[in-house]
């Protein structure tokens, strides 16, 4: 066998099982960048993953606090976001996912979102992931740029110190220099020996802060890291993806359009299932 399929700390998230051998998504802009364009992302996502039987949790960030420029979009804000996010789960009944920033933001993101995402920059922010943990609510920590696979075991160790078992990792590239992530494919199965972890393949083709003020990207290379990352082994998939990638308001730059996303669940559905063998 190849690797483990079954992590030992499974669990789900509303109909979404996490760590049982089956692929999951979370997928979604990066922003609200409106009530209606999140509406229209989700019914468009929710449409594809249900023709595929891939179980799906919807993602969108109320803030985007750490914009490389003042002057960019964050997004509506906490109170406006939270009843977006909410109103959008009631309508779909989709699972929400979103970030938080700080310990206060975490009870209240909690009554809409059934996933607190802890941003790569913030993942040895004990008390931010204490007080996600506390939320009872499912905790996703995006493994910082600057963190070692093996030390990402003291993040979980913080969420679980609340009695919240409901923890899963996120790998999105390590920098590399100045303005460059790359991918070592070695941390999914070290990660994995932790708590079920997902690939973020939009992000780790990021460029930060490198397009004058904003970050810049290489969409181009992200199918190959996700069928990369599947056939080595994981739990789930994080992918950031628009309609009009162009046009986004927050990392356009290294989203996924829309109209690829598709056919490359077909490709890593099939590399899932030979593998999984």
């Known amino acids: 066998m190849l690797y483990n399929l079954h992590v030992s700390n499974a669990f789900e998230i509303g109909p979404v099982p996490v760590g049982d051998g089956k692929l999951f998504l979370i997928a979604g802009p990066c922003v609200i960048e409106s009530e209606r364009h999140v509406r229209t992302m989700a019914d468009a996502l929710q449409r594809i993953t249900s023709d595929l039987g891939i179980p799906y949790i919807f993602k969108a960030s109320f803030d985007k606090a ?162 990369a990352a599947v056939a080595a082994g994981l739990d789930g998939l994080f992918l950031e993806v628009h309609d009009d990638p162009a046009h986004a308001l927050s990392d356009g730059a290294n989203a996924l359009d829309l109209k690829l996303l598709r056919p490359l669940l077909e490709q890593l559905l099939a590399i899932h299932a030979a593998v999984s063998k």
Request: charged share 20%; net charge positive; hydrophobic share 40%.
């Open 66 to 227: 750490n914009r490389t420029s003042v002057k960019s979009f964050r997004g509506p804000g906490l109170k406006e976001g939270v009843r977006i996010l909410g109103e959008l789960a009631r309508a779909t009944g989709l699972p929400i996912l979103t970030d938080v920033h700080e310990p206060a933001q975490c009870a209240p993101v909690a009554e809409a979102a059934d996933v607190l995402q802890i941003p790569a920059f913030l993942c040895r922010q004990t008390d931010l992931l204490v007080a996600a943990g506390n939320t009872g609510r499912a905790v996703n920590i995006k493994k910082g740029q600057f963190v070692a696979p093996w030390d990402m075991t003291h993040p979980v160790e913080k969420v679980r110190s609340t009695g919240n078992e409901r923890v899963f990792l996120t790998e999105r590239g390590a920098s590399f220099g100045y303005n460059t992530l790359v991918v070592d494919f070695r941390s999914l199965p070290v990660m994995r020996a932790m708590a079920p972890v997902v690939f973020d393949g939009t992000h780790s083709v990021q460029q930060p802060s490198a397009a004058g003020g904003v970050s810049g990207g290489q969409p181009e290379y992200i199918p190959l890291l996700v069928r």
